[in-house]
T-cell receptor
Framework: DAMVIQNPRYQVTQFGKPVTLSCSQT?????MYWYQQKSSQAPKLLFH???????NEADTPDNFQSRRPNTSFCFLDIRSPGLGDAAMYLC??????????????FGDGTRLSIL | DAKTTQPNSMESNEEEPVHLPCNHS???????IHWYRQLPSQGPEYVIH???SNVNNRMASLAIAEDRKSSTLILHRATLRDAAVYYC???????????????FGQGTTLQVKP
């Protein structure tokens, strides 16, 4: 059974139209991450939540925001998507973000297309 | 952030062992060595991790050099389903520069031939 679930698997939006991607987890993990993966590139961390504490990467554009209303759910909001935001967006969890010993568990991603 | 270096691509024959190398000469004493793989159209999948000693699990083995500046992921019998991009990543503990983060490099694309 999937433990990190991302919906939808494919999302199409219009240039400049806000879009929200969702992620849920059944692992009860403290930490939830959002990565962006463009075609033929490696995943790139955007930000993460350690419980309710939000940690943004320095080079994440302001256009990207996140919400975590409870332990199980985390959302990625793109306020005004541009053509360059077309990518696979990956959600991941880990039990403890401060321990290098903890693996991350990934969902299968949402592929976002911009028209 | 401590970086890793991997070959861009490797080929293997089905049912033969595969040794995927990774160099991490700037590794710190508290960095764990993690391996993930990503199959086409899927999210990355955790494979194995270690600190100093060699590690085995149902998916693979991890051999870590004595000076920890390199490691090798070993798939004992490659199958067609093992064709993927394999990422070697250093993950720090609290207080180090890459705490909790996975900083992905370009990885090694493994092709498995029947």
């Amino acid at each position: 059974d999937a433990m990190v679930i991302q919906n939808p698997r494919y999302q199409v939006t219009q240039f400049g139209k806000p879009v929200t991607l969702s992620c849920s987890q059944t692992l009860n993990h403290n930490v939830m991450y959002w990565y962006q993966q463009k075609s033929s590139q490696a995943p790139k961390l955007l930000f993460h939540y350690y419980d309710k504490d939000f940690n943004n990467e320095a080079d994440t554009p302001d256009n990207f925001q996140s919400r975590r209303p409870n332990t199980s759910f985390c959302f990625l909001d793109i306020r005004s998507p541009g053509l360059g935001d077309a990518a696979m967006y990956l959600c991941a969890t880990s039990r403890d973000g401060t321990g290098g010993n903890q693996p991350q568990h990934f969902g299968d991603g949402t592929r976002l297309s911009i028209l | 952030d401590a970086k890793t270096t991997q070959p861009n691509s490797m080929e293997s024959n089905e049912e033969e062992p595969v040794h995927l190398p990774c160099n991490h000469s700037t590794i710190s004493g508290t960095d764990y060595i993690h391996w993930y793989r990503q199959l086409p159209s899927q999210g990355p999948e955790y494979v194995i991790h270690g600190l100093t000693s060699n590690v085995n699990n149902r998916m693979a083995s991890l051999a870590i050099a004595e000076d920890r500046k390199s490691s090798t992921l070993i798939l004992h019998r490659a199958t067609l389903r093992d064709a993927a991009v394999y990422y070697c990543i250093l993950r720090g503990v609290h207080g180090s520069s890459n705490t909790g983060k996975l900083i992905f490099g370009q990885g090694t694309t493994l092709q498995v031939k029947p």
